[in-house]
């Protein structure tokens, strides 16, 4: 636990194939909100450390296509974690979206439309979510 205090929190969002839910640290991020603090729960990281759930909540993450934001179900409020992070598999069931690679880029795609939504650039083992409007060119070509 002292080793994650240590790093500076990132508050930009990171799509993480190995997350096994959405996770934030700052309870400012979430539409809806369940205080969880009384079940004593933790999540345990890479690291193989348990830190502490505080609560969890509904997040919407904005797209390059205005009409269709990304709903976050069940993030996990977790004050201590330094990254916030996105689930692959609960993204694509909770939002009816598939994701595809290349060797430097992760993408969001609407399964119906075919619409891109979101580019994420591949650092190290995540996917940087980057800003809607850096995409934006892509998805009104389409």
């Known amino acids: 636990m002292h080793t994650i205090s240590l790093t500076p929190y990132d ?3 990171y ?22 603090s009384h079940l004593n729960q933790t999540l345990i990281v890479s690291s193989g450390q348990g830190i502490q759930i505080q609560g969890s909540g509904h997040s919407i993450l904005p797209t390059s296509h205005h009409h269709k934001p990304l709903n976050l179900n069940h993030v996990l409020h977790i004050p201590h974690i330094i990254k916030k992070l996105i689930f692959v598999q609960q993204l694509t069931t ?26 994420c650039d591949i650092v190290g083992d995540l ?16």
Not at 16 to 29: E, F, I, K, L, M
Not at 107 to 119: C, E, N, Q, S, W
Not at 127 to 142: D, K
């Open 15 to 36: 799509v993480d194939t190995r997350a096994s839910s959405h996770s934030v640290a700052s309870q400012g991020n979430f539409t809806s909100y369940s205080n969880l």
């Open 94 to 119: 909770y939002n009816n979206v598939f994701v595809s690679f290349d060797h430097f880029d992760f993408y969001v795609t609407d399964f119906k439309t075919g619409i891109p939504l979101m580019r």
């Open 127 to 142: 996917c940087l979510v980057t800003s809607p409007t850096s995409f934006a060119g892509i998805a009104s070509s389409v």
């Open 11 to 13: 508050n930009t969002w």
